[in-house]
């Protein structure tokens, strides 16, 4: 696995060389949108997306459409609107059919049903992961984005009350995702074991074990932590969900009648949106 991981970050320097030395008009417009983001811009952020977006749509490109999208849904989520982040989603995924390509399928459909089970409409949800998960081969590399499906469909059962259907998707989930948590760089792996951790606590706090609904919020925490110390993964959004997962944990811990201990997460996640340029959460 170690060499394994040094091969990856070779990869990952000389995929950043060469996009410096040939930046293509999309990535262009894409690292404005970065730059607009990581200095709290997010009118400008929006601007050069839909620039890129255009451009997918004159071209006919199928895939750039798909990432356009993908990238404008993430933005609206970012900023809170999740109703414009779910209409963007779901134009993503239309792109992504188009593209016919399934790996980029079922990554739309993951990020239509996140989005989707934000808003609460867990039948929707619940639909693009079935196809989803129907979209994947067999072979090993589908296995993370497998494992990310099943923890969000876990959130689903978990929400529609079904927690024994929670836990089964969720053991199901582990098994995709442990084997590949020792490549340290890997940001997808380790974001999903975040969320995974996280839709364990609330199970255990349905359940009534308090102490060990801590435990398991300490360890989505540290995930999150560890993914935003990452140098390849995209500020801030990586930066923000390790403040939700605060929240969240902040959140619980009041649930729990723990005041005391709920004031530590509820300020460093404030402190977080703050330095990023977002509101508190509520």
């Given at each position: 696995m170690s060499e394994a991981e040094a091969v990856a970050y070779q990869v990952l320097a000389s995929a950043g060389q060469h996009a410096r030395e040939e930046p293509s008009p999309e990535l262009l417009l894409r690292q404005e949108a970065h730059c607009c983001?990581?200095?709290?811009d997010w009118q400008g952020a929006e601007a050069a997306y839909r620039k890129g977006l255009e451009s997918a749509l004159a071209t006919d490109q199928a895939m750039q459409q798909y990432k356009a999208y993908s990238?404008?849904?993430?933005?609206?989520?970012?900023v809170g609107n999740e109703a414009v982040a779910l209409e963007q989603a779901r134009s993503a995924?239309?792109?992504?059919?188009?593209?016919?390509?399934?790996?980029l399928r079922a990554m739309a459909l993951q990020q239509q049903a996140g989005c989707a089970l934000r808003l609460h409409r867990i039948p929707e949800a619940l639909?693009?992961?079935?196809?989803?998960?129907?979209?994947?081969?067999?072979?090993?590399?589908f296995g993370v984005?497998?494992?990310?499906c099943l923890v969000l469909r876990a959130e689903c059962a978990l929400k529609s009350g079904d927690t024994h259907g929670a836990e089964r998707d969720l053991e199901a989930a582990r098994q995709h995702l442990e084997p590949q948590a020792?490549?340290?760089?890997?940001?997808?792996?380790?974001?999903?074991?975040?969320r995974w951790w996280s839709v364990k606590a609330r199970i255990l706090a349905e359940q009534g074990d308090w102490s060990g609904a801590a435990r398991a919020w300490t360890e989505a925490v540290a995930g999150r932590r560890h993914v935003a110390a990452l140098p390849q993964v995209e500020q801030p959004y990586a930066?923000?969900?390790?403040a939700e997962t605060l929240w969240a944990f902040g959140q619980a811990l009041c649930s729990a009648g723990c005041p005391t201990e709920a004031a530590e997460p509820l300020a460093e996640s404030r402190?977080?949106?703050?330095?990023?340029?977002?509101p508190p959460l509520r």
């Amino acid at each position: 696995m170690s060499e394994a991981e040094a091969v990856a970050y070779q990869v990952l320097a000389s995929a950043g060389q060469h996009a410096r030395e040939e930046p293509s008009p999309e990535l262009l417009l894409r690292q404005e949108a970065h730059c607009c983001e990581e200095a709290g811009d997010w009118q400008g952020a929006e601007a050069a997306y839909r620039k890129g977006l255009e451009s997918a749509l004159a071209t006919d490109q199928a895939m750039q459409q798909y990432k356009a999208y993908s990238d404008l849904a993430g933005l609206f989520h970012l900023v809170g609107n999740e109703a414009v982040a779910l209409e963007q989603a779901r134009s993503a995924t239309e792109a992504a059919r188009r593209a016919e390509i399934p790996v980029l399928r079922a990554m739309a459909l993951q990020q239509q049903a996140g989005c989707a089970l934000r808003l609460h409409r867990i039948p929707e949800a619940l639909a693009a992961l079935d196809e989803a998960l129907r979209s994947m081969e067999s072979e090993s590399m589908f296995g993370v984005l497998r494992g990310r499906c099943l923890v969000l469909r876990a959130e689903c059962a978990l929400k529609s009350g079904d927690t024994h259907g929670a836990e089964r998707d969720l053991e199901a989930a582990r098994q995709h995702l442990e084997p590949q948590a020792a490549m340290v760089i890997a940001a997808g792996v380790h974001s999903a074991l975040a969320r995974w951790w996280s839709v364990k606590a609330r199970i255990l706090a349905e359940q009534g074990d308090w102490s060990g609904a801590a435990r398991a919020w300490t360890e989505a925490v540290a995930g999150r932590r560890h993914v935003a110390a990452l140098p390849q993964v995209e500020q801030p959004y990586a930066t923000n969900a390790l403040a939700e997962t605060l929240w969240a944990f902040g959140q619980a811990l009041c649930s729990a009648g723990c005041p005391t201990e709920a004031a530590e997460p509820l300020a460093e996640s404030r402190a977080i949106r703050e330095r990023i340029g977002l509101p508190p959460l509520r």
